[in-house]
T-cell receptor, first 113, second 115 residues
Framework: GNSVTQMEGPVTLSEEAFLTINCTYT??????LFWYVQYPGEGLQLLLK?????DKGSNKGFEATYRKETTSFHLEKGSVQVSDSAVYFC????????????FGAGTRLFVKA | KAGVTQTPRYLIKTRGQQVTLSCSPI?????VSWYQQTPGQGLQFLFE???????NKGNFPGRFSGRQFSNSRSEMNVSTLELGDSALYLC??????????????FGAGSRLTVL
């Protein structure tokens, strides 16, 4: 079945450092890929998405490119801020997966001032 | 417009009891999904409803059940509670019928503690 694997955390960075959180997936058909974020004390919210191969999703300085050849959707940001401290979840949704979105385990990011 | 509303936000139960959680989706959203979030297991899919029909169910025992009403509101029920059922239960709604570009809007969750 479909699955999502993302790098374990926590990831600790200094402010203005470059961020990469790796995400790979296994899926049948043509899934849509997402990154969701959960800030401390808040609910999950969509950060960005990509619906087909080679699409780049972007939002708030974060980017991720849908790479079908490597089945990856890595999250990147060029310069992180303290306010980016949160848990990041990679997710996959596919009609052949039965109308459900499945999530990776989540990666906690700490950004130090 | 109002977001996804989950009630109650917090509840404490004892082993063997049962619990019902409620979710009101965003107006116009017909798909509702439920997830269990725990520190060790992350986000686990419970079930998804669309137009009162359960379209998919995750790998949870039969003690976990749900339903959706004609106004798209959904409830989930857990019977014979076990300590391991302690978790944050998240509801998410979605406007589209299909899973493609299936953007979920989450509620704040219901935090269940089983003693």
């Amino acid at each position: 079945g479909n699955s999502v694997t993302q790098m374990e955390g926590p990831v600790t960075l200094s402010e203005e450092a470059f961020l990469t959180i790796n995400c790979t997936y296994t899926a049948t058909g043509y899934p849509s890929l997402f990154w969701y974020v959960q800030y401390p004390g808040e609910g999950l919210q969509l950060l960005l998405k990509a619906t087909k191969a080679d699409d780049k999703g972007s939002n708030k300085g974060f980017e991720a490119t849908y790479r079908k050849e490597t089945t990856s959707f890595h999250l990147e940001k060029g310069s992180v801020q303290v306010s980016d401290s949160a848990v990041y979840f990679c997710a996959l949704s596919s009609n052949t997966g039965g109308f459900k979105t499945i999530f990776g385990a989540g990666t906690r990011l700490f950004v130090k001032a | 417009k109002a977001g996804v509303t989950q009630t109650p936000r917090y509840l404490i139960k004892t082993r063997g009891q049962q619990v019902t959680l409620s979710c009101s989706p965003i107006s116009g959203h017909r798909s509702v999904s439920w997830y269990q979030q725990t520190p060790g297991q992350g986000l686990q899919f419970l079930f998804e409803y669309f137009s009162e029909t359960q379209r998919n169910k995750g790998n949870f025992p039969g003690r976990f059940s749900g339903r959706q009403f004609s106004n798209s509101r959904s409830e989930m029920n857990v019977s014979t509670l076990e300590l391991g059922d302690s978790a944050l239960y998240l509801c998410a709604s979605n406007q589209r019928a299909g899973a493609g570009a299936n953007v979920l809007t989450f509620g704040a969750g219901s935090r269940l503690t089983v003693l």
